[in-house]
Structures are given as structure tokens and as C-alpha cells.
């Protein structure tokens, strides 16, 4: 299973519309999501950050649901200008080796 | 927000050659850094996480002779794509994380190399 996956689209919806985007990650220890948007040929920009239950702005709710390891972006009343790519990260744990400790009596 | 800057922002070289990509955060230090590489139409793929430092961390199946990773100062970190070829033209992205922060990734522009 992939670290993290998403719903590759294209999502064609008019203008208006509500849109959904899900993404799930794999590894439960996660504590931060980030959402970001990606215009073509340009970088991703950071949309927003989910480090609880949740986060709004505006017309973009992101939520977490650690139970099911997803989180959601919603956009509400889209407009032309919200075309674009939307990346889902979800930071890398790294751990290292390990530093074993013996405790003598 | 945070600021990262990549030079050049496009490069064409001939096959053979090495390219020298440089990351900067301007206004803020970044312990770990990033580098990814963009496909057309396709997402990003980490290659390596760059510590200042320290060696960086690659990716499964990225070679680290090829592709070479330094990190010599808090604000900068370097990609070396080492005898470049046409299956490496591609857009490499560099990110940052503030030192403290709370793992926010700020992207550099890009850089778009075509190697002929």
C-alpha cells in the first residue's frame, strides 16, 4: 500500500459546484496533513494545514479522520480561479537506528 | 510565509554534462530540505532529503552517485544531476521545513532541465 494515495481526477465539476477530494495515508503516527495546490508548471503552494480534527478557510474545509487515516478537502462554490492540482502530504516519520541502553543492577 | 528560491530556473544541456541546481530559503533556516522531481502530469517524487550536515537520505531506486546532494549550510542545499541524460530532463523541486516548525513544506520555483 502507498504511503499516501489519492484520487488522481480529473474532477470536472461547474462552477458553483461543491467539490470532495479525499486522500489517505498509511502510517497511524502521522500528526501533521498538509493540503497543497499545484498550478501547472508552477510549484505547489501550501492551501492548508491539519493538525487536529479540522481546519476552514473561507471555502476550503480541510478534515481529519485519524480513525480512518484520511483527510478530506472540501471546496465550496467553486470558481474558475480553484482549477488546479491538489497534493495531499503527509510528512515522512523517519527513525533511526536505535540506541540500546543496559541498565546494570 | 517562507521563502525558497531555486537557480537556475531552467537549464538545456547537452547529454554528458553535469547541472548544478541550487535551493535557498531566504528568510528563514531549514534543517531538512527536499528534492523532488516532477514528470509531465504526474506528482512529485521525493528523491532525497537533504540534512544540513549530514549525508542525505535517498530514495529507493534513486542513485546517489548520479544524483548528488549537498548541504553544506543552514539556507543551502545543492543537486548535482551528474552526467546527465535525455531520460533525466524533468522538473526538480526543492522544498524547506522551518527549523521548529511543524513540518509545513515551502517550495522552491522549480527548476525545468532538458538535457538534448
Known amino acids: 500500500r502507498k504511503e499516501v494515495e489519492q484520487d488522481p481526477g480529473p474532477f470536472n465539476v461547474p462552477e458553483g459546484a461543491t467539490v470532495a477530494f479525499n486522500c489517505t495515508y498509511s502510517?497511524?503516527?502521522?500528526?501533521?496533513f498538509f493540503w497543497y495546490r499545484q498550478d501547472c508548471r508552477k510549484e505547489p503552494k501550501l492551501l492548508m494545514s491539519?493538525?487536529?480534527s479540522g481546519n476552514e478557510d473561507g471555502r476550503f474545509t480541510a478534515q481529519l479522520n485519524r480513525a480512518s487515516q484520511y483527510i478530506s478537502l472540501l471546496i465550496r462554490d467553486s470558481k474558475l480561479s480553484d482549477s488546479a492540482t491538489y497534493l495531499c502530504?503527509?510528512?515522512?516519520?523517519?527513525f533511526g537506528s536505535g540506541t540500546k541502553l543496559n541498565v546494570k543492577p | 510565509g517562507a521563502v525558497v528560491s531555486q537557480h537556475p530556473s531552467w537549464v538545456i544541456c547537452k547529454s554528458g554534462t553535469s547541472v548544478k541546481i541550487e535551493c535557498r530559503s531566504l528568510?528563514?533556516?531549514?534543517?531538512?530540505m527536499f528534492w523532488y522531481r516532477q514528470f509531465p502530469k504526474q506528482s512529485l517524487m521525493l528523491m532525497a532529503t537533504?540534512?544540513?550536515?549530514?549525508?542525505?537520505?535517498?530514495e529507493q531506486g534513486v542513485e546517489k552517485d548520479k544524483f548528488l546532494i549537498n548541504h553544506a549550510s543552514l539556507t543551502l542545499s545543492t543537486l548535482t544531476v551528474t552526467s546527465a541524460h535525455p531520460e533525466d530532463s524533468s522538473f526538480y523541486i526543492c522544498?524547506?521545513?522551518?527549523?521548529?516548525?511543524?513540518?509545513?513544506?515551502?517550495f522552491g520555483p522549480g527548476t525545468r532541465l532538458t538535457v538534448l
Open positions: 522544498s524547506a521545513t522551518l527549523a521548529g516548525g511543524r513540518n509545513e513544506q515551502f
Open positions: 502510517n497511524s503516527a502521522s500528526q501533521s
Open positions: 491539519v493538525y487536529s
Open positions: 502530504v503527509v510528512p515522512r516519520i523517519y
Open positions: 528568510d528563514f533556516q531549514a534543517t531538512t
Open positions: 537533504s540534512n544540513e550536515g549530514s549525508k542525505a537520505t535517498y
